[in-house]
């Protein structure tokens, strides 16, 4: 029991910096609120005997080492925040956009369409970070609350991403599992579909019965915009050309620099007075100087920009934050490896690990314990690969022994990880796309409905047996 202390002060921490910081709790309480939960954790390895401080340094200085590739990505996404909207291709997605997706349509085209880009590319973040934050646009414009518009963009992402053999947690899944990657992706399918057409309903229900200002809006927005950019479809050139690369599975780090740098030179030669005022806002420099255009592209990259559309709920959403914008969401990714490195090096995980696998009876107990399990290591680890890595392990051996083929854990993990990940506030990828969004973690859980019916799908799966194999 000593094991679950530092888990009840993280929860009691949380759910109060939850109740006084609101949805600035990521800014800095909830980063606190990790270390202080470390700090118990080695408490409770000092008391018990079981702290090696070696040990502790190692595996805090591992799990931060292991996050370096996913701090890399969410400053190039920042960056591509900035260049996307400020050289106009997010601008123009939403103009074009607004025009095709009807407002008691819009949620459950924008799952579909969210579900399509990210099962062709493979990747929940990017499909977020470029169409999702243009959804995000044309939502607003139809008069949809945000949680309602994130939950429909989220929903189709991480649906697209489960199911798409491009996907590296589809791939870590299998392969860790020791599940062909194919056989695992049709197996998730009976539980991953009739989660998403559930959602899809809802969405789509939710959407015919909203009263929603529609048009007026939309009219509002598209003048705005077409006043502040410059709407051309030659810069939806840079999406495509993106999405080429992604789907020859160029390395992220090299597609997403050439996004950010594409964009540049989009916004230097579409938007470049818009690019020049964003310089001349804080230097004395003359608004034709020859540095400013440089000057101003850089500061669209890593720092904060603003533009008068001359409307206000236009102006918060072309605001963007750029690489500083990332800042807080790095911070609280190495404070979260702070506390699972100090679980590891105390025993206290292992310890956890002990008392799950003593619950496991027969299949229904079995895969949701691993469901579980998994969602435990998102809320403790709060990395998603770590939490399908973690969970494999943990039941790797009992599977086997049980004479379960290994696509049953395979799926299990994914239904467990892949899809909570995002629900969780601290874990990397709810911190991602609540920082690329702009919408709290806790304002768009409740309408992320596939994340939310998924594990609940593969135990009722578990529970009925249904095409549950065992090894010849």
């Not at 467990?416 to 709810?430: F, H, I, R």
């Amino acid at each position: 029991m000593l094991a679950l202390i530092p888990f009840i002060v993280l929860i009691a921490l949380i759910t109060c910096c939850v109740a006084v910081f609101g949805n600035s709790t990521l800014d800095g309480a909830s980063q606190v609120s990790l270390l202080a939960a470390s700090a118990v954790s080695v408490l409770v390895g000092k008391f018990s005997g079981r702290l090696d401080w070696e040990r502790l340094e190692k595996e805090i200085t591992d799990k931060v080492a292991s996050c370096v590739p996913a701090i890399i990505i969410l400053l190039l996404i920042g960056a591509i925040g900035g260049t996307w909207m400020i050289s106009g291709i997010v601008p123009t997605m939403i103009y074009y956009g607004m025009q095709i997706l009807q407002p008691e349509w819009f949620l459950v085209s924008s799952s579909l369409l969210c579900a399509i880009v990210s099962l062709l590319i493979g990747s929940s973040w990017t499909t977020v970070a470029t169409i999702g934050v243009a959804l995000m646009g044309i939502g607003k414009a139809h008069g949809f609350a945000d949680g309602w518009i994130a939950g429909s963009i989220i929903t189709g992402a991480y649906f697209g991403d489960k199911l798409s053999p491009l996907s590296d947690t589809t791939v870590l899944a299998s392969s860790v599992a020791g599940t062909p990657l194919f056989t695992h992706i049709r197996y998730m399918m009976n539980t991953t579909i009739p989660s998403f057409v559930l959602s899809l309903f809802i969405f789509f229900v939710a959407g015919l019965c909203m009263n929603v200002s529609g048009t007026a809006n939309v009219a509002d927005f598209m003048q705005a915009l077409s006043r502040s950019f410059l709407i051309s479809p030659w810069l939806l050139l840079v999406p495509v050309l993106t999405g080429v690369m992604i789907v020859r599975r160029w390395p992220s780090l090299v597609v997403l620099f050439l996004a950010t740098l594409l964009a540049a030179v989009v916004a230097l030669a579409f938007q470049q007075d818009l690019v020049c005022r964003i310089a001349a806002e804080d230097n004395d420099m003359q608004f034709h100087d020859a540095l400013m255009p440089y000057r101003g592209i850089m500061q669209v990259c890593y720092g904060n920009t603003s533009v008068a559309t001359g409307l206000a709920s236009l102006d918060r959403l072309v605001e963007t934050s750029g690489m500083a914008g990332m800042m807080p969401t790095i911070w609280l990714i190495i404070c979260a490896q702070t506390f699972g490195g100090s679980l590891t090096a105390t025993g206290q995980l292992e310890d956890i690990i002990r008392m799950v696998l003593k619950c496991v009876r027969g299949t229904a107990s079995l895969v949701a314990s691993t469901v579980g399990a998994s969602f435990f290591f998102n809320v403790a680890m709060a990395d998603q690969y770590l939490s399908i890595m973690l969970a494999t392990s943990m039941f790797k051996d009992t599977y086997r022994d049980r004479g379960y083929e290994p696509r049953l854990l395979s799926r299990s993990c994914e239904d467990g990880a892949t899809v909570t990940s995002v629900l969780v506030p601290w874990n990397t990828c709810g911190l991602t796309q609540s920082t690329v969004l702009g919408v709290s973690t806790l304002t768009y859980l409740p309408y992320c409905f596939f994340n939310i019916f998924s594990p609940f799908a593969s135990i009722i799966v578990g529970m009925l047996g249904w095409r549950i194999y065992r090894r010849k």
